[in-house]
């Protein structure tokens, strides 16, 4: 996300633009409007590995797995975004009848950028937290094994973190189990002091 903001739109002002742009996409916060920036190899590779995991496992059920194109509008905070995964396992609830913005979700995965990591993990998780439905929010780093997976809880949100690559990952706000090392299936880490390295399941 662009740190760079633009002048003041209504939600629907931002929308309509949106809806006529081809060749980028945006957040919308209260009135500003961010550019989003382009996604990594790493980034795009978890996302579809987590995506088709999921997807495999849902098969079977009432839910669905939309990824990285689909927008969700969270009212209460006027706010819409693009999240990386969004899981639905209810009836969806759509914005208006054009049906591209979604108004709620039960589960919403981020992959971490070094750029957005600290709004996804503070601001934009404060936003999320407005949607009723949601019960899991959930964060993968794309240089390392790491998931942050928050749970809804009558008290709060609980936290359970994750970097060894054969844990077993337990989403339970839609009953699936995946190893961690799944989610990175041919990723390839990279550090000034080390080789790249693939990991291949």
């Known amino acids: 996300m662009s740190i760079q903001p633009k002048p003041y739109y209504s939600f629907e002002d931002y929308l309509a633009a949106e809806r006529e742009c081809i060749d980028e996409k945006h957040e919308y916060v209260a009135g500003q409007v961010f550019a989003m920036t382009g996604a990594t190899y ?32 969270i009212q209460t905070a006027d706010a819409c975004t693009y999240p990386d995964i969004v899981v639905l396992c209810d009836e969806p609830a759509f914005h208006d009848r054009r049906k591209d913005v979604l108004t709620d979700a039960r589960f919403v995965a981020e992959v971490l950028s070094p750029s957005t990591e600290g709004y996804d993990r ?24 790491a998931i942050d997976v928050f749970t809804r809880r009558d008290d709060g949100w609980l936290l359970e973190a994750h970097s060894d690559p054969d844990a077993l990952v337990y989403f339970e706000s839609i009953d699936c189990r995946i190893r961690l090392g799944e989610i990175y299936d041919k990723v390839r880490f990279e550090s000034e002091d080390e080789p790249a390295r693939t990991v291949d399941q």
């Open 42 to 73: 790493n980034h795009n590779l978890v996302t579809t590995n987590l995506a088709r995991e999921l997807s495999n496992q849902l098969k079977p059920r009432p839910c669905v797995v939309l990824a990285n194109d689909m927008r969700l509008r």
């Open 122 to 145: 503070g601001d934009k998780f404060a936003l999320y937290r407005a949607l009723p439905g949601l019960r899991q929010y959930v964060l993968i780093a794309q240089n390392r094994f």
